[in-house]
Protein backbone atom coordinates (compact mmCIF):
# COMPACT_ATOMS: atom_id res chain seq x y z
CA UNK A 1 0.00 0.00 0.00
CA UNK A 2 1.33 3.47 -0.76
CA UNK A 3 0.42 7.15 -0.96
CA UNK A 4 1.04 10.67 0.44
CA UNK A 5 -0.62 13.16 1.87
CA UNK A 6 -2.70 15.78 0.75
CA UNK A 7 0.46 18.08 1.33
CA UNK A 8 2.54 16.43 -1.05
CA UNK A 9 0.13 17.19 -3.82
CA UNK A 10 1.28 20.09 -6.10
CA UNK A 11 -1.37 22.59 -6.57
CA UNK A 12 -3.08 22.96 -10.18
CA UNK A 13 -0.82 26.21 -10.70
CA UNK A 14 2.40 24.64 -9.65
CA UNK A 15 5.34 24.86 -12.46
CA UNK A 16 7.51 22.30 -13.70
CA UNK A 17 10.97 24.22 -12.76
CA UNK A 18 13.89 24.47 -15.45
CA UNK A 19 17.31 23.43 -14.07
CA UNK A 20 19.43 26.35 -13.09
CA UNK A 21 21.92 27.49 -16.41
CA UNK A 22 24.71 26.76 -13.84
CA UNK A 23 23.80 23.76 -12.66
CA UNK A 24 26.18 21.33 -12.41
CA UNK A 25 26.60 18.96 -15.17
CA UNK A 26 25.23 15.71 -15.50
CA UNK A 27 27.50 12.84 -14.06
CA UNK A 28 29.01 15.56 -12.15
CA UNK A 29 29.27 14.89 -8.20
CA UNK A 30 27.33 17.65 -6.42
CA UNK A 31 29.98 17.29 -2.82
CA UNK A 32 28.88 17.91 0.24
CA UNK A 33 26.75 21.21 1.33
CA UNK A 34 28.40 21.41 4.73
CA UNK A 35 31.22 19.19 6.04
CA UNK A 36 29.66 18.23 9.08
CA UNK A 37 26.71 17.30 7.87
CA UNK A 38 25.11 13.95 8.99
CA UNK A 39 24.30 12.67 5.52
CA UNK A 40 26.91 13.91 3.10
CA UNK A 41 29.71 15.44 5.59
CA UNK A 42 33.23 14.01 4.60
CA UNK A 43 33.95 15.25 8.18
CA UNK A 44 31.19 13.73 9.89
CA UNK A 45 32.84 10.30 10.59
CA UNK A 46 29.46 8.89 12.28
CA UNK A 47 27.69 10.22 9.13
CA UNK A 48 26.07 8.34 6.14
CA UNK A 49 29.23 9.82 3.45
CA UNK A 50 26.37 9.90 1.10
CA UNK A 51 27.50 10.96 -2.64
CA UNK A 52 25.13 12.40 -5.11
CA UNK A 53 25.60 13.04 -8.58
CA UNK A 54 24.03 15.35 -11.06
CA UNK A 55 21.27 13.54 -13.33
CA UNK A 56 19.79 14.76 -16.32
CA UNK A 57 17.02 17.50 -15.96
CA UNK A 58 15.96 17.69 -12.47
CA UNK A 59 16.86 14.70 -10.95
CA UNK A 60 20.12 13.62 -8.93
CA UNK A 61 21.27 9.89 -8.54
CA UNK A 62 23.11 8.62 -5.22
CA UNK A 63 24.50 5.37 -3.83
CA UNK A 64 24.76 4.78 0.51
CA UNK A 65 26.14 1.48 1.90
CA UNK A 66 24.54 0.18 5.03
CA UNK A 67 27.08 0.06 7.35
CA UNK A 68 26.83 -2.38 10.76
CA UNK A 69 26.22 1.09 12.86
CA UNK A 70 22.93 1.85 10.79
CA UNK A 71 21.51 -1.20 12.03
CA UNK A 72 17.72 -1.17 13.67
CA UNK A 73 16.94 -5.06 13.74
CA UNK A 74 19.47 -7.54 13.33
CA UNK A 75 21.55 -7.19 10.51
CA UNK A 76 19.16 -4.70 8.93
CA UNK A 77 19.21 -1.33 8.03
CA UNK A 78 17.36 1.15 10.71
CA UNK A 79 14.56 2.81 8.95
CA UNK A 80 15.71 6.54 10.23
CA UNK A 81 18.88 5.84 8.14
CA UNK A 82 16.99 4.62 5.92
CA UNK A 83 14.56 7.80 5.21
CA UNK A 84 18.15 10.46 6.16
CA UNK A 85 19.56 8.71 3.08
CA UNK A 86 16.26 9.72 0.58
CA UNK A 87 16.47 13.28 2.58
CA UNK A 88 20.26 13.70 1.89
CA UNK A 89 19.84 12.43 -1.78
CA UNK A 90 16.22 14.78 -2.27
CA UNK A 91 17.64 17.99 -0.67
CA UNK A 92 20.12 17.54 -3.05
CA UNK A 93 18.58 18.37 -5.64
CA UNK A 94 18.72 22.32 -4.43
CA UNK A 95 21.83 22.23 -6.83
CA UNK A 96 19.87 21.92 -9.83
CA UNK A 97 17.55 25.00 -8.76
CA UNK A 98 20.76 26.66 -7.02
CA UNK A 99 18.05 27.72 -3.86
CA UNK A 100 18.95 26.65 -0.28
CA UNK A 101 15.16 24.61 0.80
CA UNK A 102 14.96 22.78 3.58
CA UNK A 103 12.80 19.95 4.52
CA UNK A 104 9.55 20.86 5.48
CA UNK A 105 7.36 17.23 5.35
CA UNK A 106 9.04 14.14 4.12
CA UNK A 107 6.79 10.87 3.84
CA UNK A 108 8.84 7.43 3.34
CA UNK A 109 7.24 3.61 1.98
CA UNK A 110 9.40 0.83 3.32
CA UNK A 111 8.57 -1.61 0.92
CA UNK A 112 11.47 -4.25 1.45
CA UNK A 113 14.20 -4.55 4.23
CA UNK A 114 18.02 -3.66 3.49
CA UNK A 115 20.42 -5.75 4.91
CA UNK A 116 23.72 -4.57 6.26
CA UNK A 117 26.60 -4.07 3.52
CA UNK A 118 23.76 -3.07 1.19
CA UNK A 119 24.38 -0.57 -1.36
CA UNK A 120 21.07 1.55 -1.54
CA UNK A 121 20.90 2.99 -5.22
CA UNK A 122 18.55 5.91 -4.87
CA UNK A 123 17.58 8.79 -7.82
CA UNK A 124 15.41 11.71 -7.21
CA UNK A 125 13.77 14.11 -8.91
CA UNK A 126 11.81 18.01 -8.58
CA UNK A 127 8.63 17.25 -10.09
CA UNK A 128 7.36 20.88 -9.19
CA UNK A 129 7.66 24.00 -7.52
CA UNK A 130 5.00 26.64 -6.17
CA UNK A 131 6.32 29.48 -4.89
CA UNK A 132 8.73 29.03 -2.15
CA UNK A 133 7.55 25.59 -2.25
CA UNK A 134 9.76 22.52 -3.88
CA UNK A 135 8.10 19.35 -4.71
CA UNK A 136 10.00 16.27 -5.16
CA UNK A 137 10.23 12.43 -5.10
CA UNK A 138 13.20 9.86 -4.65
CA UNK A 139 12.95 5.95 -4.90
CA UNK A 140 16.03 3.94 -3.58
CA UNK A 141 16.93 0.04 -5.03
CA UNK A 142 19.16 -2.50 -3.90
CA UNK A 143 20.97 -5.09 -6.24
CA UNK A 144 21.68 -2.60 -8.78
CA UNK A 145 20.25 1.08 -9.61
CA UNK A 146 17.23 -1.00 -11.63
CA UNK A 147 16.85 -3.63 -9.17
CA UNK A 148 13.58 -4.29 -7.03
CA UNK A 149 12.28 -0.55 -4.73
CA UNK A 150 13.42 -0.98 -1.14
CA UNK A 151 12.15 2.56 -0.31
CA UNK A 152 10.59 5.41 -1.66
CA UNK A 153 9.62 9.00 -0.66
CA UNK A 154 7.83 12.21 -1.71
CA UNK A 155 8.82 15.72 -0.15
CA UNK A 156 8.24 19.06 0.19
CA UNK A 157 11.00 21.44 0.32
CA UNK A 158 10.93 25.07 1.97
CA UNK A 159 12.80 27.82 0.34
CA UNK A 160 15.04 29.69 2.76
CA UNK A 161 17.62 32.05 3.06
CA UNK A 162 21.35 32.15 4.56
CA UNK A 163 19.48 33.92 7.30
CA UNK A 164 17.40 30.89 7.73
CA UNK A 165 20.86 29.09 9.24
CA UNK A 166 22.47 32.27 11.14
CA UNK A 167 19.05 32.82 12.93
CA UNK A 168 18.54 29.38 14.38
CA UNK A 169 21.66 27.51 14.59
CA UNK A 170 23.73 27.07 17.56
CA UNK A 171 26.64 30.08 17.11
CA UNK A 172 29.91 27.82 17.66
CA UNK A 173 29.07 26.23 14.51
CA UNK A 174 27.67 29.50 12.62
CA UNK A 175 30.65 31.55 13.39
CA UNK A 176 33.04 28.45 11.64
CA UNK A 177 31.19 27.64 9.07
CA UNK A 178 30.67 31.70 8.32
CA UNK A 179 34.37 31.95 8.78
CA UNK A 180 34.82 28.96 5.74
CA UNK A 181 34.78 31.06 2.48
CA UNK A 182 33.94 27.72 0.58
CA UNK A 183 30.99 27.41 2.88
CA UNK A 184 29.93 31.16 2.55
CA UNK A 185 30.42 31.42 -1.38
CA UNK A 186 28.52 28.06 -1.83
CA UNK A 187 25.68 29.65 0.16
CA UNK A 188 25.62 33.06 -1.05
CA UNK A 189 25.66 32.13 -4.58
CA UNK A 190 22.79 29.82 -4.24
CA UNK A 191 21.15 32.94 -2.89
CA UNK A 192 21.63 35.36 -5.20
CA UNK A 193 21.52 33.41 -7.96
CA UNK A 194 17.30 33.71 -9.49
C1 LIG B 1 26.06 29.57 6.69
C2 LIG B 1 25.55 28.17 6.60
C3 LIG B 1 24.87 27.82 5.26
C4 LIG B 1 24.44 26.37 5.16
C5 LIG B 1 23.75 26.08 3.84
C6 LIG B 1 23.41 24.60 3.66
C7 LIG B 1 21.94 24.38 3.61
C8 LIG B 1 21.53 23.02 3.17
C9 LIG B 1 20.48 22.44 4.05
C10 LIG B 1 20.01 21.07 3.58
C11 LIG B 1 19.70 20.20 4.76
C12 LIG B 1 19.19 18.81 4.37
C13 LIG B 1 17.75 18.65 4.66
C14 LIG B 1 17.46 18.82 6.12
O1 LIG B 1 17.78 18.01 6.93
S1 LIG B 1 16.65 20.24 6.58
C15 LIG B 1 16.42 20.04 8.36
C16 LIG B 1 15.01 19.65 8.71
N1 LIG B 1 14.07 20.72 8.43
C17 LIG B 1 13.96 21.80 9.22
O2 LIG B 1 14.67 21.98 10.18
C18 LIG B 1 12.90 22.77 8.85
C19 LIG B 1 12.20 23.30 10.09
N2 LIG B 1 11.04 24.14 9.69
C20 LIG B 1 11.18 25.45 9.48
O3 LIG B 1 12.24 26.03 9.71
C21 LIG B 1 9.97 26.18 8.95
O4 LIG B 1 8.80 25.49 9.27
C22 LIG B 1 10.07 26.36 7.39
C23 LIG B 1 11.31 27.20 7.01
C24 LIG B 1 10.10 25.00 6.66
C25 LIG B 1 8.80 27.10 6.90
O5 LIG B 1 8.64 28.25 7.65
P1 LIG B 1 8.43 29.71 7.00
O6 LIG B 1 7.97 30.61 8.08
O7 LIG B 1 9.66 30.11 6.24
O8 LIG B 1 7.32 29.49 5.90
P2 LIG B 1 5.75 29.22 6.09
O9 LIG B 1 5.44 28.53 7.37
O10 LIG B 1 5.02 30.47 5.74
O11 LIG B 1 5.54 28.14 4.91
C26 LIG B 1 5.74 28.46 3.56
C27 LIG B 1 4.85 27.59 2.74
O12 LIG B 1 5.24 26.19 2.93
C28 LIG B 1 4.16 25.46 3.51
N3 LIG B 1 4.71 24.51 4.49
C29 LIG B 1 5.68 24.79 5.41
N4 LIG B 1 5.93 23.69 6.12
C30 LIG B 1 5.11 22.71 5.65
C31 LIG B 1 4.90 21.36 5.99
N5 LIG B 1 5.59 20.75 6.96
N6 LIG B 1 3.97 20.66 5.30
C32 LIG B 1 3.26 21.23 4.32
N7 LIG B 1 3.43 22.52 3.94
C33 LIG B 1 4.33 23.25 4.62
C34 LIG B 1 3.25 26.48 4.17
O13 LIG B 1 1.93 25.99 4.26
C35 LIG B 1 3.38 27.63 3.19
O14 LIG B 1 2.58 27.33 2.04
P3 LIG B 1 1.80 28.53 1.27
O15 LIG B 1 0.93 29.16 2.29
O16 LIG B 1 2.86 29.45 0.75
O17 LIG B 1 1.06 27.82 0.18
Known amino acids: MSGTSAALKPPADAVRPVRHP ?5 GELLGAHYEHCFGCGEGQRHGLHLQARAGDGLSVTAEFTVQAAHQGAPGLAHGGILTTALDETLGSLNWLLRVIA ?47 VAVRAE ?40
Open 22 to 26: EAPAP
Open 102 to 148: VTGRLETDFVRPVPVDTVLHLDAEITAVHGRKIYSRATGRIGGPDGP
Open 155 to 194: ALFIEVKVDHFIENGRPAEIEAAMADPDQVRRARAFEVNP
